[in-house]
């Protein structure tokens, strides 16, 4: 019933703070919420002390020993008492908030504030964002787990049957005085949501008709302010037109005039040379008066002369407004044309800049991918040659120790080799002493054991050659059992399985390991000392096993490679001989060509198989690389270890077991390291991914949002090239009517402000006094709640809150 997700509804808040305005910023003190909760606190405990007191000293330690024998119990312990300070946490607010909220609303409904007042001021529940949205729907989550937690103390048997017997009468004295808090706060948090439903709908239809009576008037100015700058671009594009007009007909009547004026000065001078022809020079006084002609021909003649003029003058002046009317088209025709190819060109040249620029933004972006994939490519080969290197150096590495390794055990199977010949030559009487003429060496495949440090292949021929040799006699394996075999008794049936050292003497245990090697060594030589006189006394039965020890080792041993049955053949061959060489010293030489022979072609094909690995280890590198290899290398040490293993496990098998426990325990930490390491490296991993993810998204973004941006700027400018001149003319207009608006709402503001304040003052004052009042109701009513409903026994006279 805790809620872990909401941890901050758990803490003690102003019941306040979901409607709070620019003027109600109020919160409570925590100093004293911090010490009311500790009176709380210590109340509660004290009220449980008193319960459970009879019961927890009948119980004695032993309770408490049973009740937290282990850290789960503990832990549950804990938990259950965190969540029982968190639900009666939950259960004060909510009781704190309850009571707040109803004497508000009875102030409210009580006074009244202004009609004015009351339009400007918000609801009391303003859901302006998801937190408060979020801080009512958590209320009444609250609300309902508070009520399902009444109801199940109130079911909840919190005593057994002997103390509520011994508390029956206190009950029924308790049981009249107790009521039911459930009944009265299911029916507040319903009249609260009733409340608050009504509220929200009435607010939400006033700020709906806010916001449709804003919008109407905001599209009710755009329109006008679309319709006078209408008006001002037609009288202004009227004007123009008028202007233009005026001018063409100024121009025309000049031209009309000139023309007139043009035909009166010909005409004129056409009527000068007519009166000059009709009226001949005077050559004497005899000439009195003109000559005789009709009367009325001069007048008619001018009036015929008029008419034609004149219609000479409207037929000239026709033609002259069509040519002007004409010119006029072909002007604006010409101007339309100019102003068609120049958009027509400033197009064209915005779109090679738009293009040029994506151009220039495209190689930009491809060379950005091309570097960040360069990058990642130059990263991951440096990665990888990093793992490469680091793996090369761990097989070097392993490589060195197995060496090493190898290096110890053939200088071990050398001495050891050497002390079983020596054994040999102790049993078959051939040992006469250091300086004795006739002393046999060692045996021959003891030459070979000198190139054990370095030939591998040699290590497991001699291995195969002690085995042959250090074969158990058929008498001591026929009377013997299976365990004889596994845990060698006589110091001639140890063989490299018994001496090899394990796993964990290789790596964690490497001196102790050789300590206890030399240790055990120092003994079997001892005990090698003193088994030569018993070996003395038993040659005829090591006679016997010579012979009998081949087909008990081939069926000991298995199987074996074609290469060690070869060499081993060439050991019995080499056995065979030197029985012979006993037996017939005549043919002595030819078995020792034989056997030399023998030895040289085992070199040669040593050294060919030695190509042979060299050469195939050099195409497992250069065509497989170290992968493949490694995981054979490592399959293969698997094998031997498995093999040793089980050689070993009768022999070593008490001293395995506590080995093994530290091995696991070993093993079980370092593998929960690698899983934390490779989890950290995961993670990091994962996390470097999302960062380049996030930075790659930003870049993206950011190159998204400029490329809106300028695509929107260039529509935006587009669209503005043709309204620029309307803002200039009408920013004037906009700057005083916003300037006075401003000024308006200010003056309003510090109005309502200064309007409220004295009431906000005396709200603040009446929350106080109920909240005080609210606290000693509390401190009055914990016991009771805290009790159950038989009655518990109230608290000592001399207690009180701290």
Known sequence: MTFQGNSHTLNWRRPSSRRKTPGQKMQLKTDSVDEWMKRVEAASEFAVSEVFSSKRLTSGANST????????????????YDEAQALL?????????????????????????????????????????????????????????????????????????????????DSDQGRGKARDPSVTMEARHRQVRENRARRDAEREKQQRAREARRGAEEEARRRGRQAEAG???????????????????????????????????????????????????????LVLHKPSGPPHTEPGQASLHIVNLQCLQRHFSGWFSAVLVRRLQLGRAAALCDWRRSLRAWRAWRAMVWTARTHRERETAEEELRTEHRRDRRAADSDRRRLLRRSFNGWQLWRRTERAQRELLARQEQTRRKMTALIDAASSGR?????????????????EGEDFPGNPDGVGTANQNDT???????????????????????????????????AGELRQHRHA?????????????????????????????????????????????????????????DETGGSRAKGSSRRSPTTFSAQMKIEEEKRERLKREQDLRAAARHHHHRSLLLRRGLAPWQRLLHLKHGNEQLAV???????????????????????????????????????????ACWKRLVERRAVLEERAQGFHRARVQRRVLRALLDHLTRVRLLEW????????????????????????FPSLQREEREKEARREELRRRVAEVLPDFRSSRLGLPSPRPGYRLK
């Open 431 to 447: 040992l006469k002493g250091p300086g004795a003429p006739g002393a046999p060496g060692p045996p021959g495949n003891t030459e």
């Open 65 to 80: 020993a049973m009740a937290l024998q282990c850290t789960d119990q503990l832990q549950d312990h804990d938990d259950a």
């Open 513 to 569: 390991a050789q300590q206890h090697t030399i240790a055990r060594q120092q003994k079997l030589l001892r005990e090698q000392r003193e088994q030569i006189s018993q070996l003395r006394e038993e040659r005829g039965l090591l006679d016997a096993w010579g012979t009998a020890a081949r087909p008990r080792t081939s069926e000991a041993t298995g199987p074996e490679p074609p290469e060690r049955s070869m060499e081993h053949d």
């Open 645 to 687: 293993r089980h050689h070993r496990g009768s022999v070593l098998l008490m001293c395995l077991r506590a080995w093994q426990h530290w091995a696991r325990g070993s093993l079980s930490g370092r593998q929960a390291a690698a899983d934390r390491l490779n989890q950290h490296l995961l993670l990091r991993h994962r996390l």
């Open 733 to 756: 207009d906009l700057l005083e009517k916003a300037q006075e608006h401003s000024s308006r709402r200010a003056l309003r503001g510090c109005l309502l402000v200064w309007i409220r």
């Open 468 to 502: 042959d040799v250090l074969t158990p006699a058929p008498s001591l394996r026929r009377h013997g059992d299976a365990p004889t075999r596994l845990s060698p008794s006589q110091p001639w049936q140890v063989t490299r399985r018994h001496a090899a050292i394990s």
């Open 231 to 285: 008006r001002r671009e037609e009288a202004r594009r009227e004007e123009a037109m008028v202007q233009k007009e005026m001018a063409r007909l100024r121009r025309q009547m000049e031209e009309q005039r000139a023309l007139e004026q043009l035909v009166r000065q010909r005409d004129r001078d056409k009527r000068d040379r007519q009166k000059t022809a009709v009226c001949p020079p005077k050559t004497g006084p």
């Open 89 to 169: 946490s939950d259960w004060m607010s909510s009781k704190l908030r309850l009571g707040l909220e109803l004497d508000e609303e009875d102030d409210r409904a009580g006074s009244p504030l202004p009609a004015s007042v009351s339009a400007v001021q918000p609801t009391a529940m303003d859901y302006s964002g998801f937190d408060e949205l979020y801080d009512h729907l958590a209320e009444e989550e609250e609300g309902e787990a508070l009520s399902s937690f009444l109801h199940h103390l109130m079911d909840r048997e919190l005593l057994d049957p002997g103390t509520a017997e011994d508390l029956l009468l």
